[in-house]
């Protein structure tokens, strides 16, 4: 079926070019259900689509709880325009349409396959910390990520955190079955300690495997703890 439409391309951070097909809406999300997976907890687990209606593309926020950005303004629903930045948990995409063409879904078959099951998430400490013992920087690979990899993976193990000479922070988080259970930071420990270490962005960390909790100190959920601790994070930078 031919029609006149824009023919509009996503570009991805870390994972190059997808085309849009008017035919088939796509959404976003943490999930590995969605059709591009933003691996980060400030992300929904549904949290935005992207279809062709009335010949242009609209993207709509699924109430998300952080919401979706474009050109820097929070939207609900907005129709895409060439040069336009999506912002999605502090992740970019960018949008590229060209000249309104004669559109066959055989030109942008190949284009939408390689957008299916998009995982953002190419960095070398991400897919290790998926299948074994890791050890990298936090400007690397942020706790946030970090954090949210051993949730989706259901990983039993001992972060260990250590931080640089200007900000020395020493501490561990034990996770089981991807949830957070016990934290030592300094004399701390349980929900306390958790919410200091959350708050790191710089140092090293290691996680190491099946190193199992000595007890249980924690009874909050880990999205509350990491929600907490960015709050105060963000205080402290208003501040």
């Known amino acids: 079926m031919l029609g006149k439409i824009p023919r509009m391309f996503l570009f991805l951070e870390y994972k190059g070019r997808i085309s849009l097909n008017p035919d088939n809406p796509i959404t976003i999300g943490r999930t590995p259900k969605n059709d591009i997976v933003v691996s980060s907890l400030t992300v929904s687990r549904r949290h935005a689509t992207i279809a062709c209606e009335n010949n242009c593309y609209v993207i709509r926020d699924l109430n998300s709880r952080n919401g979706t950005f474009l050109n820097g303004n929070l939207i609900t629903e907005a ?3 060439d040069g336009d930045i999506i912002k999605i948990g502090g992740y970019q995409i960018t949008v590229h349409a060209v000249e309104e063409a004669e559109f066959c879904d055989d030109d942008t078959l190949k284009d939408f396959e390689s957008a299916l099951s998009t995982t953002i998430d190419l960095r070398r400490e991400a897919y290790a910390l998926m299948v074994g013992n890791v050890q990298g920087d936090l400007k690397t690979l942020g706790i946030d990520e970090i954090v949210q990899i051993i949730e989706v993976n259901h990983k039993t ?3 260990a955190l250590n931080g640089t000479e200007k900000k020395p922070m ?3 988080l034990y996770f089981e079955n991807g949830e957070i259970v016990h934290a030592l930071y300094e004399d701390k420990k349980g929900e ?3 919410i200091h270490l959350l708050q790191a962005s710089e140092g090293r960390f ?6 199992n909790s000595p ?3 924690i009874t909050k959920s880990t999205l509350w703890l990491m929600y907490e601790a960015n709050r ?3 205080e402290h930078t208003i501040a």
């Open 215 to 217: 007890f249980r100190s």
């Open 206 to 211: 290691e996680f190491i495997t099946d190193k």
């Open 170 to 172: 020493m501490g561990c």
């Open 79 to 81: 129709k895409l325009l």
């Open 232 to 234: 105060i994070r963000d």
């Open 157 to 159: 193990g001992m972060l």
């Open 192 to 194: 306390d300690a958790a």
